[in-house]
C-alpha cells in the first residue's frame, strides 16, 4: 500500500501516513522501525522539497526533527549529543519561519536543561535572556519559564530569587496554568515555605479543573516536568 502511495503525485499525503506509522510504531515501543520511517521522511523532505508548499514543508520539517530526537533522547539519555544535534540541524537546515522554529527552539532548551554541562545551561540561560527581549508578547510567557526552570536546575540557593521573578513574569502573562503554579509550589517547598506552597497548590488545582488546555500548551507544559522525556515538545497538525 505504501508503495503504491509513494508512486502517487501526493506527496505530502504520503509522508502524512509515514509519520502517522511511526507514531503508531513508538506508541508499541518498537523503536527501530519508528526512526526508521522519520529518518525516511526527513529524506524525502530534503530530497523533495519543491514539491511541498513552504508551510507544509517547514511544519514537518519541525515536528519529524523533534519526534526523532526526542525519541532518540528517551531511548537512552546518554544519547543526548545525538539528540541535539538532531534539533540543531533541523533548525539550521531550513529557513524556519517563527511558528516552526518555536517547537525545535524548546525542545532544544529542554533538552540542554535534561543533560546538558554547566557551561551548556549557563549559555542558554543568557541566550534566552537576549531573546525575550526580542519576543513577541505570546512567546515570552514561554521563554521566562524556561530562564526560570533552568535558573534553579543552574543554582538553587544562588538563584532562587530570580528564578521566582520569571515564574511570575511567566503567570502574569498565562495566570491561568496549573502547570506553572505547581512549578512555583515546587520551588516554595525547595525552600521550606510550606504554607506558601500549600496555597499554590490549590490555585493549581483550582485552575486544572476549569482550564481546558489547548495544542499550543504542549511545548510550554512539557519543560515543566524534569522527569519528562521531551516526548511533548511539539504538536503536529
Known amino acids: 500500500c505504501l508503495y503504491f502511495l509513494e508512486r502517487l503525485d501526493n506527496l505530502n499525503y504520503y509522508l502524512d501516513i509515514l509519520i502517522t506509522r511511526a507514531q503508531f510504531f513508538r506508541k508499541f515501543n518498537n523503536i527501530v522501525n519508528c526512526k526508521n520511517d522519520l529518518i525516511y521522511v526527513l ?114 540557593d544562588k538563584n532562587m530569587n530570580e528564578a521566582y521573578d520569571y515564574y511570575q513574569k511567566t503567570l502574569k502573562l498565562l495566570p491561568k496554568r496549573p502547570w506553572i503554579w505547581i512549578s512555583v509550589g515546587a520551588l516554595y517547598l525547595e525552600l521550606g515555605q510550606f504554607d506558601d506552597a500549600l496555597s499554590t497548590y490549590t490555585q493549581a488545582v483550582n485552575h486544572s479543573l476549569y482550564h481546558d488546555e489547548n495544542q499550543s500548551d504542549k511545548s510550554e507544559k512539557s519543560f515543566s516536568d524534569e522527569s519528562s522525556d521531551s516526548s511533548n515538545s511539539s504538536a503536529y497538525n
Open 43 to 156: 529524506r524525502l523532505l530534503d530530497d523533495r522539497r519543491n514539491q511541498l508548499k513552504p508551510m507544509e514543508l517547514l511544519t514537518k520539517v519541525s515536528y519529524t526533527y523533534s519526534l526523532l530526537a526526542s525519541i532518540v533522547y528517551e531511548e537512552n539519555p546518554n544519547n543526548y549529543n545525538e539528540a541535539i544535534k538532531l534539533v540543531r540541524e533541523g533548525m539550521k537546515k531550513y529557513q524556519h519561519m517563527t511558528s516552526t522554529m518555536k517547537p525545535l527552539s524548546v525542545l532544544e532548551t529542554q533538552l540542554i536543561y535534561l543533560g546538558g554541562s554547566d557551561e551548556e545551561i549557563a549559555n542558554r540561560i543568557e541566550h534566552l535572556k537576549v531573546q525575550i527581549t526580542l519576543e513577541r508578547p505570546k512567546y515570552r510567557a514561554t521563554i521566562s519559564y524556561m530562564i526560570a526552570r533552568l535558573l534553579i536546575k543552574q543554582n538553587l
